[in-house]
C-alpha cells in the first residue's frame, strides 16, 4: 500500500507541475496553426515544414512507444510491470522535455512555442531515457524509474543544447545525445546503485527469459526495421537529406544482421542466433547510423559500419559484460553498453571522419544543409571535425555526472523498497496468479 501510494503521490505531483507550467510557458508555434503569424516569428515555411515533421513525429512517437516498450518487457517475473513503467515514463517524459527544451532551444518572448519539430525533440530525450532505464530493469522500483525520467530529461536536454545549438554539431540522428548519452548514464547510475548483495538473485532472475523474451523481442525487432529509419532522419532538413538518412540506416541494419549470423555461432554454442541477439543487431545497426547517416556518400559506407556494429555487439556481450560486472561492479541488464553506447561511440567517430571529407564537390548543394557553418565560411573542414570529435568527451562527461548524480538521488533510504517488496517489486501494479505462471 505504502508504495503504491507513494508512487501515486509523486504522479499526482508531477503532473500538476506539468500543467501549471503549460498554463505559463506553452502555446503552440505558428507552424501548428492556421491563424496570423506573430511578427516575431518567420512563418515563410510553415505549411512546408509542418507537412515535413509530423508524419516523422507519427513515427517517431510509435516506435519509442511500442519498440522500446517491448524490449524492456523481456524478464520473466517484471515483463508487465516494465511494459507499464515504460509506458509511463514516455507520458511523462514527453511533457518534461517539452518544457525543458523549450527553454532551451523554442523560447520567445517568454513562451514555449509548441510544434511538430519540438514533440520530435521531446521523443528523441525520452528515448535516451528508456535506454538508460536497461541498465537498471529489474533494480529499481518504478518511483525511482519516474525520477530517473525527471532527472535525466533536464541533463539530456542540457547536453543536445551544447552539442547542436552551441557548438554546431551535425548530429541528426543521435548517435550522441541519445544512444551513447542514455547508455552511459544508465550505467553511472547502475554503478551507485550497486548492492553486492542482492545481485546474486538478480542475476539469477534475469537470466530465466524463455519464450517471452523471443517472443517481445519478434514483436520489437519488427517495429523497429519499420519506424526507426524515421527517427534517423526525424531531424534533417526537407528536400534530399531525408533520403541518405533513411537509406543508409537501412544498409546498415541489414549487413549488421548479416553479421550477428557470422560471429553468434563463432561465440555460443548455439547454430543460429537467438532472436534476443537478432534485436540487439539491428539496435546497433541503426545506432551507429546516427551521426553518420546524412553524411554517407555511398551505400558500401553504410553497410562496413553496419558489419562492424553487428561485430561489435556479441563481441560485446562475450567480454565486455562480464567485465563491467566484476571489474567496474556494474550491472546492465539489457546490455546497452554493447546495443547502445559503443555503437554511438563508433557513429561519432565515423561521423568525425566523414566531416574530414565533407566539400561541395562530395556533398554538393547538401553541405550547406549538413554542415552549414563550413558552407558559409565560418569554419573551416579541420574545425567542424574537431568539434564533431569534442562532442565526444563532452557527452561522456555530463552522462557520467548526470548519472552519478541521479544514483546518488535514487539510493536514498527514503525511496528504497523494503527487501521483500523489492523483490517482487512487480506486484506494485500488476497481480500474478502465482499458479497460473
Known amino acids: 500500500a505504502a508504495s503504491r501510494l507513494r508512487l501515486s503521490g509523486l504522479c499526482f505531483l508531477l503532473q500538476i507541475l506539468n500543467i501549471l507550467l503549460f498554463a505559463v510557458f506553452a502555446r503552440y508555434s505558428p507552424e501548428s496553426s492556421p491563424g496570423r503569424c506573430p511578427p516575431q516569428l518567420d512563418c515563410s515555411r510553415r505549411n512546408q515544414d509542418s507537412g515535413f515533421q509530423q508524419p516523422r ?7 519509442v512507444l511500442l519498440s522500446f516498450g517491448l524490449l524492456l518487457a523481456f524478464l520473466g517475473r517484471c515483463g508487465p510491470g516494465s511494459a507499464a513503467i515504460s509506458i509511463l515514463i514516455v507520458a511523462f517524459a514527453i511533457q518534461w522535455a517539452v518544457l525543458v527544451q523549450g527553454f532551451f532551444n523554442f523560447l520567445l518572448n517568454g513562451k514555449i512555442y509548441v510544434g511538430a519539430q519540438s514533440m520530435v525533440s521531446a521523443d528523441s530525450c525520452t528515448a535516451a531515457v528508456l535506454i538508460s532505464t536497461g541498465a537498471v530493469l529489474g533494480r529499481v522500483n518504478p518511483v525511482q524509474m519516474l525520477l530517473l525520467a525527471l ?3 533536464t541533463v539530456c536536454s542540457l547536453n543536445e543544447y551544447l552539442l547542436l545549438s552551441l557548438m554546431g554539431v551535425s548530429d541528426s540522428g543521435r548517435s550522441l545525445t541519445v544512444h551513447t548519452f542514455g547508455a552511459y548514464f544508465g550505467l553511472m547510475v547502475s554503478r551507485v546503485l550497486y548492492q553486492p548483495q542482492k545481485d546474486k538473485r538478480k542475476r539469477e532472475e534475469r537470466q530465466d527469459t524463455g519464450l517471452q523474451a523471443d517472443v517481445f523481442a519478434v514483436l520489437g525487432t519488427i517495429y523497429l526495421w519499420i519506424f526507426w529509419p ?18 543508409n540506416t537501412y ?3 541489414v549487413a549488421s544482421i548479416i553479421a550477428t549470423f557470422i560471429l553468434s555461432p563463432v561465440l555460443y554454442e548455439e547454430s543460429t542466433p537467438r532472436m534476443v541477439q537478432i534485436q540487439d543487431a539491428t539496435l546497433a545497426g541503426m545506432a551507429v547510423m546516427g551521426m553518420a547517416g546524412e553524411m554517407l556518400v555511398t551505400p558500401f559506407g553504410a553497410l562496413i559500419a553496419g558489419f562492424l556494429a553487428g561485430l561489435i555487439t556479441p563481441l560485446g556481450f562475450r567480454f565486455f559484460t562480464p567485465a563491467l560486472q566484476s571489474g567496474l561492479k556494474i550491472q546492465d541488464t539489457c546490455g546497452v553498453h554493447n546495443i547502445h553506447g559503443l555503437p554511438g561511440i563508433l557513429g561519432a567517430l565515423m561521423g568525425t571522419l566523414l566531416t574530414l571529407l565533407a566539400t561541395a564537390d562530395t556533398f554538393g548543394d547538401r553541405l550547406e544543409l549538413v554542415f552549414p557553418l563550413m558552407a558559409q565560411g565560418s569554419r573551416t573542414v579541420t ?7 569534442s562532442a565526444l568527451p563532452v557527452t561522456l562527461l555530463l552522462a557520467a555526472l548526470g548519472g552519478c548524480i541521479t544514483g546518488a538521488v535514487l539510493k536514498t533510504k527514503v525511496l528504497r523498497s523494503p527487501p521483500d517488496a523489492q523483490y517482487l517489486e512487480n506486484t506494485v501494479l500488476w497481480e500474478v496468479k502465482l499458479g497460473n505462471c
Open 251 to 253: 544498409f546498415s541494419l
Open 57 to 63: 513525429f507519427r513515427d517517431v512517437h510509435t516506435q
Open 151 to 153: 532527472l535525466e530529461v
Open 230 to 247: 524515421s527517427f534517423t532522419s526525424a531531424t534533417t532538413v526537407p528536400d534530399n537529406a531525408e533520403n541518405w538518412a533513411v537509406l
Open 383 to 389: 574545425d567542424q571535425a574537431f568539434i564533431q570529435l
